[in-house]
C-alpha cells in the first residue's frame, strides 16, 4: 500500500458550518486537499484551514449548500498544486486551478506546489531596473522598479482596472500573470480583452475568480499567480508582472473564513492575522540572483475612502510605496515610490530627478494659486503663470489616459515647463537648462531677460 492510499479516508462530517465542514481525522496536514463525495455522488474539492487537535476543518470550493453530514472526505496527502508549462500561457484559469476559456485541458502537464515560503534574503539582488509603463505619473515621478511591491490604493467608482490593465500590456516585461479576485464578469470580459486586443494575452496567465465563484477560489488566486509567476522568473530567467484585483476582496474573503471559525476579530471584523497572511503573499516579489523577477502590482480599494481602514493600513507597512488614483488621476502627492532613487537617473536621463522635483514644485504652486483664486485673493503675474501649468500638467500628465515613452515624457516636461516658465524661474542646473529646454523658447526668452536688465 502506498503512502497515499495509506492518507486517504472516507470519513463522516461532523458539521458543516457554509461553506466550511469538521471531521475527525489524524495524519491530516494543514493546508491539505480533500475531495468531498456527497450522498448523491457529487464531488468537491476541500481544502484543510484549521486544525485542532483530531478536529479537521475544511473549507468546501464549491460551497457548503446541499452537501449531507453523511457525505465522506478523501484525503489525498497533499496541499494543493498548479499546472506549470509553457502551455499556460495564453489560457485562463479559475481559482481552483482548472480551465474556463474552453482550451483543451492539461492532465499530463507538470504541477508544482501553490503556497511556498517566500524567498531566501541572501538570492535577493538589489532591485536597480526599472518597468516601463508608459503612464507620465508612475514613469517620470514613483517609478515601477523591477521587484517592486506596490498597490493602487482607490474606492469603488474609480478606474483602477482601466489603468491596471493599461499598465499589463503596455509595461516592458517578459510575462504577465493576473489573478482577478471577486470579480464581476464584465471586470473579467474587460481585462481578457485588453489583453486580447494589445497582442499581449499570448504571454500572459490569467487567474480569475468570479463573484459568483465559491469564496474559497478567492483565497487561492493569488498564492496560483504568485507560484506560477516564481517558477518563470527562476526557470525561464524571466521578467514576470503580477497584477493583483482587488486583496481588499482577498481580505474580506478571509474575514468570512475566521468567521466561519469562530475565530475572535482583532479590528473591524478583520482576524489578527491579517498583517502576515497580506505580507506572506507581497514577499513574493523579488529580483533573483542569477536569473529573473517578479514584480507586485495590486489594486486595494479603500472603504469609505478611508486609508486607516485594516486592508489599507496594513499594507502600507508591507509595500514600497503606493499609487493614490482619485478623481481619475494619479494623485502626485499621496502617491510613491520608495525604490525610485535606484533607477531615477541611472536607469533614466540625467534630467530625470530634476524634473521630477521642478514639476511637483511647480503643481504645488499651482494648487496654492488655485485657491487663493477660489478665495478671491489678487493673483500676481507668477500665480498665473502657475494656473496655466497646473491645467498643462493635469491634462497630460496626471490623466491615467496618457500613454507616453519616458523619453517623450521627460521631453513633453521640458516643452511644457518653457510654455508657463522662463528659465530663470526654473531654478534648475543650468547644464540642464542649456541641453534641454526647448531652443526656440529660450531665444524668446533671451531678449526678454536683455530688456529686464534695461529696465
Known amino acids: 500500500m502506498t503512502i497515499i492510499q495509506k492518507l486517504i479516508r472516507h470519513i463522516r462530517l461532523l458539521e458543516i458550518v457554509g461553506d466550511l465542514i469538521r471531521v475527525r481525522a489524524e495524519g491530516v496536514a494543514f493546508g491539505d ?26 473549507q468546501v470550493f464549491s460551497g457548503g449548500k ?16 498548479v499546472v506549470y508549462s ?61 521587484s517592486q511591491k506596490i498597490p493602487i490604493f482607490s474606492i469603488a467608482g474609480e478606474p483602477f482596472n482601466e489603468l ?12 504577465v500573470v493576473f489573478g482577478g479576485m471577486g470579480l464581476i464578469f464584465d ?47 527562476v526557470e525561464d530567467n524571466k521578467r514576470v508582472l503580477v497584477l493583483l484585483t482587488d486583496m481588499t476582496a482577498f481580505a474580506d474573503a478571509m474575514k468570512e473564513l475566521g468567521v466561519a471559525q469562530e475565530r475572535i476579530p482583532a479590528v473591524r471584523g478583520h482576524m489578527g492575522d491579517l498583517y502576515t497572511q ?51 488621476f494619479i494623485d502626485p502627492f499621496g502617491s510613491l515610490s520608495r525604490l525610485k532613487q535606484h533607477v531615477v537617473g541611472k536607469a ?27 478665495m478671491a485673493f489678487e493673483l500676481s503675474l507668477f500665480d498665473e503663470k502657475l494656473l496655466k501649468y497646473g491645467h498643462l500638467f493635469r491634462e497630460r500628465f496626471m490623466d491615467t489616459r496618457v500613454s507616453l515613452p519616458v523619453i517623450e515624457a521627460l521631453d513633453l516636461c521640458w516643452l511644457t515647463l518653457a510654455e508657463c516658465f522662463e528659465p530663470k524661474e526654473l531654478l534648475m542646473k543650468q547644464n540642464l537648462i542649456d541641453t534641454y529646454y526647448p531652443k526656440a523658447a529660450l531665444s524668446k526668452a533671451e531678449p526678454q531677460d536683455a530688456a529686464d536688465k534695461a529696465a
Open 348 to 374: 533614466t536621463r540625467e534630467d530625470h530627478g530634476q524634473i521630477m522635483n521642478t514639476m511637483i514644485r511647480f503643481y504645488s504652486g499651482a494648487v496654492e494659486a488655485k485657491k487663493k483664486q477660489a
Open 86 to 146: 509553457d502551455n499556460i500561457l495564453g489560457r485562463v484559469f479559475r481559482g481552483s486551478g482548472e480551465p474556463i476559456d474552453g482550451g483543451p485541458a492539461l492532465p499530463t502537464d507538470p504541477r508544482i506546489p501553490v503556497g511556498g515560503p517566500t524567498v531566501n534574503p541572501v538570492m535577493r539582488v538589489m532591485p536597480s531596473r526599472m518597468i516601463e509603463t508608459q503612464v507620465p505619473m508612475i514613469d517620470l515621478f514613483n517609478c515601477l522598479v523591477e
Open 278 to 328: 497580506l505580507a506572506s503573499r507581497y514577499e513574493k516579489a523579488c529580483d533573483f540572483k542569477g536569473a529573473g523577477s517578479v514584480t507586485i502590482l495590486s489594486v486595494t480599494t479603500m472603504p469609505g475612502d478611508d486609508v486607516t481602514h485594516p486592508v489599507p493600513d496594513n499594507t502600507g507597512y508591507i509595500t514600497e510605496g503606493q499609487f493614490y488614483l482619485h478623481d481619475g
Open 66 to 81: 446541499g452537501l449531507s453530514t453523511d457525505a465522506k472526505v478523501n484525503f489525498l496527502g497533499r496541499p494543493l498544486d
Open 164 to 175: 491596471l490593465a493599461r499598465i499589463g500590456f503596455q509595461a516592458n516585461a517578459d510575462v
Open 187 to 233: 471586470d473579467y470580459h474587460f481585462f481578457r480583452t485588453a489583453f486580447e486586443e494589445h497582442g499581449v494575452f499570448h504571454r500572459t496567465v490569467m487567474f480569475v475568480n468570479q463573484a459568483s465563484d465559491p469564496l474559497v477560489e478567492r483565497l487561492l488566486v493569488p498564492d496560483m499567480a504568485l507560484a506560477v509567476a516564481e517558477k518563470m522568473a
Open 33 to 58: 486537499i480533500a475531495v468531498v463525495e456527497n450522498i448523491d455522488g457529487e464531488c468537491s474539492l476541500a481544502k484543510v484551514v484549521d486544525l485542532d487537535r483530531d478536529i479537521v476543518s475544511l
